[in-house]
C-alpha cells in the first residue's frame, strides 16, 4: 500500500499563504484520484479539494479561489496551494488517496497542522 507523508504546516496570519505537499512512497500516476482533508478540533474531517488522474479538480464551497490542488505524477507528489488564508482555514491537513473510482480513500498520513492568526 502506497504510503503519503505531508510536509510540515506552519503559522500563518489571515491573508496569507501555505503550500503543502504530499509525497507518496510509490506511484500516483495510476491512482484514481488525490486528495486533501482536513479536521477542526471537534470536528469531522472534511474534504478540501480532491483532483482526478485527468487533471480535474474539486474543491470544497469554502476554499474555492483560494485553494488550488495539483499534481505531479513524475515526483509522485500532491501539492495544496492555499492563498487568502483565514482563522477558519485552521485544521489538520490530511493527504490521501482513491485507487479506483469506487474505492475507499486510504493512504492517510499522520496529518500536518496548519494554524491561521486573526
Known amino acids: 500500500q502506497v504510503q503519503l507523508v505531508e510536509s510540515v504546516g506552519g503559522l500563518v496570519q489571515a491573508g496569507g499563504s501555505l503550500r503543502l505537499s504530499c509525497v507518496a512512497s510509490?506511484?500516483?500516476?495510476?491512482?484514481?484520484?488525490m486528495g486533501w482533508y482536513r479536521q477542526a478540533p471537534g470536528k469531522q474531517r472534511d474534504m478540501v479539494a480532491t483532483?482526478?488522474?485527468?487533471?480535474?479538480?474539486n474543491y470544497a464551497d469554502s476554499v474555492k479561489g483560494r485553494f488550488t490542488i495539483s499534481r505531479d505524477n513524475a515526483k509522485n507528489t500532491v501539492y495544496l496551494q492555499m492563498n487568502s488564508l483565514k482563522p477558519e482555514d485552521t485544521a489538520v491537513y490530511f493527504c490521501g488517496y482513491r485507487p479506483g473510482l469506487f474505492t475507499a480513500w486510504r493512504g492517510w498520513g499522520q496529518g500536518t497542522q496548519v494554524t491561521v492568526s486573526s
Open positions: 483532483i482526478i488522474s485527468g487533471g480535474f479538480a
Open positions: 510509490g506511484s500516483i500516476a495510476s491512482m484514481n484520484a
